[in-house]
Structures are given as structure tokens and as C-alpha cells.
């Protein structure tokens, strides 16, 4: 077959991925993706500092947000999305909000999406309001995100982290898991894993069927919210958020009251 004549590839939905620079799994996030849209990622630059609260700070700074945001303009994406759970929840939920128009700013416009912003945003479409997180940070990064999601007020049930300050990348499957299995659940409605450089994409459906409640994680709010944002579909078999069936199947939480809602949580 003459290959010109099919006319060129799909037109693609392009969403723009800022990362930070240490962040190693652009594999992960695209198993997220359909096939009709391309991520187009860039690193924020890198500085000498382990995983840590001053490191969050630093990779969030508004003038990092729009020099990333820049390098992404020749190629238009629809959406954009910073990808970091710590860099986002550590100015609360005004920075959050505040790192978002940075963004849309630079971008003329566009949508934009925090990993923290598209944490508020999955716990709201669950009707979740008690959650157990699991992190591998340490102690003062974990803390800080309880703090955060305390902000919106959504309880946080049970924490448990791994303590690590660098290359967060490698942590197994098994360590993840093990993790989940240790942490308190007790009143918790959803187990949310954070870190967008802590492997999660296969875990997330077992997890699903060992705990019998949603279990979400960071990159995968990520995608699911961005893509949400050009009208297009995450990819997640067995996963509550995105698959309806898997959410058949997991029991959900009853109706939030609308009153006990805080005005500001998306």
C-alpha cells in the first residue's frame, strides 16, 4: 500500500506536560492517554536540592511556570498541566490557584491544572471527603499535604510514607503496595497515593479490589483532569475514576450534603 495516499497521521489533541526535572516516568503518564492526543512534556530546570519541602517550593515558582510554559508554545497544546503533587499543594490552595493562571497566562489563555487542583477535583466527582493518603516523602512533605487537603476541608484519615528524598522513580511495585496495606483506613473513603514520580498505573486496580474503596493517584488525577479539560477520555481499565464499570463495582460513598461543601473546592 502507498502510504501517501492515507494523507498523513490523525490530527492530534496535544496537552502540554510541565515535570520536574528529577520526574522519570513520561512512560506512565502516557498509559493514561488515548491515541488521538500527544503529551508534549518539559522539565522545570534543575537545582541541587533533594525532595523536599524547599525543593517543592523552588519548581513552583511563578517565573519557572512561565519559562516551561513557554517552551511548550510552538507546538499549541489544548491544555496544560503541572505535574507535581508536592509543588503544588505547598503555597495551599491559593498558590494552587495562582499557579494555574500563571499558566493559563502564559499560554494565552488555555486551561491549566495542577496535580493538587486535580487531587480537589477527583475527590469532589467520588464524593469523597476522608481520605488515606500514602506518599513517599518524608515526614514534614506529608504533613504539608494533610494541610493542604485540611484547607479544602477533607479529612485525612491515615498517612503513611516512605521517607525518601531522591530517586523516588525506582520504588517497586511491592513498595507501593505494602504501603497501601499498612496505612489506617479506618473511616477513609478513598486511598489517595501521591507523587508523580511513584510508579502507580498497574497497582491502582488491585489496590481497587483488595481495599474494596477508590484508589487514586497522582499522575493519574493528572491526565484524568487535563484531558478532561479538551473533552477527552482517560484511559484506565479497573481503575473508579475513569472506568464507570470499576466504579460499579467499588462501593461509593452516599451524596455529599451540598452545605457541608466548601465554595472554594472544584
Known amino acids: 500500500m502507498d502510504i501517501t495516499t492515507l494523507g498523513g497521521p490523525l490530527p492530534q489533541f496535544g496537552v502540554g506536560i510541565v515535570a520536574p526535572f528529577d520526574f522519570a516516568l513520561d512512560r506512565e503518564l502516557w498509559r493514561w492517554v ?15 536540592v533533594e525532595v523536599s519541602l524547599d525543593m517543592a517550593r523552588l519548581i513552583s515558582e511563578h517565573e519557572t511556570l512561565r519559562a516551561a510554559v513557554s517552551a511548550l508554545h510552538e507546538v499549541e497544546p489544548r491544555a496544560l498541566a503541572y505535574a507535581c503533587t ?22 494565552g489563555g488555555r486551561p491549566a491544572v495542577t496535580t493538587s487542583g486535580a487531587l480537589l477535583e477527583a475527590l469532589t466527582d467520588l464524593r469523597v471527603r476522608r481520605v488515606a493518603v500514602i506518599t513517599p516523602y518524608t515526614k514534614s512533605v506529608t504533613d504539608s499535604l494533610a494541610d493542604f487537603l485540611h484547607q479544602v476541608g477533607v479529612e485525612v484519615t491515615g498517612r503513611k510514607y516512605l521517607g525518601l528524598t531522591r530517586k523516588i522513580w525506582a520504588v517497586p511495585y511491592r513498595d507501593v503496595v505494602e504501603l497501601a496495606r499498612d496505612v489506617t483506613l479506618d473511616g477513609a473513603e478513598a486511598l489517595f497515593i501521591s507523587c508523580t514520580n511513584l510508579p502507580t498505573y498497574d497497582v491502582i486496580p488491585q489496590l481497587e479490589a483488595e481495599l474494596r474503596m477508590p484508589v487514586i493517584s497522582a499522575n493519574q488525577v493528572t491526565m484524568w483532569s487535563a484531558l478532561r479539560r479538551i473533552g477527552v477520555k482517560a484511559v484506565g481499565p479497573y481503575q473508579s475514576l475513569i472506568d464507570p464499570q470499576a466504579r460499579d463495582v467499588v462501593p461509593q460513598p452516599p451524596p455529599m450534603d451540598p452545605d457541608a461543601t ?3 473546592l472544584p
Open 34 to 48: 488515548p491515541d488521538e492526543v500527544s503529551l508534549h512534556i518539559t522539565r522545570t530546570p534543575f537545582v541541587p
Open 262 to 264: 466548601p465554595s472554594d
Open 86 to 107: 508536592s509543588g503544588s499543594f505547598v503555597g495551599g490552595l491559593a498558590g494552587e490557584q495562582a499557579m494555574c493562571a500563571q499558566m493559563s497566562c502564559a499560554s
